[in-house]
């Protein structure tokens, strides 16, 4: 995408229709340095259950990359994907 440094579009509600619904945030920028430090790209969701989300990616072959955070504001966690790709889940505090 050519937009700007640190844009961000959201995307509505995703679902499979067998499991809960997720949101998907898409950052552009202009280069990969602007969103990490010595890691890929970051794919990053809002979950409703952390630990039957983490569950599911570790069946499909992801791997914890550290441990689970609980900071004041919900759950925060980072899995490495089979390929590489690093994803961040968040489940916000109720």
Do not use: W
């Amino acid at each position: 995408c050519p937009a700007g440094p640190l844009s961000t579009a959201h995307t509505p509600s995703i679902s499979d229709g067998a499991h809960q619904q997720f949101h998907l945030s898409i950052q552009s920028v202009e280069s990969e340095s602007q969103l990490c430090t010595g890691y890929s790209p970051v794919l990053n969701f809002d979950v409703v259950d952390m630990d039957e989300t983490i569950a599911r990616c570790v069946q499909m072959g992801a791997n914890l990359d550290g441990p689970i955070q609980y900071p004041a504001h919900g759950k925060v966690a980072a899995l490495r994907a089979p390929g590489g790709q690093m994803i961040g889940l968040y489940e916000p505090a109720v």
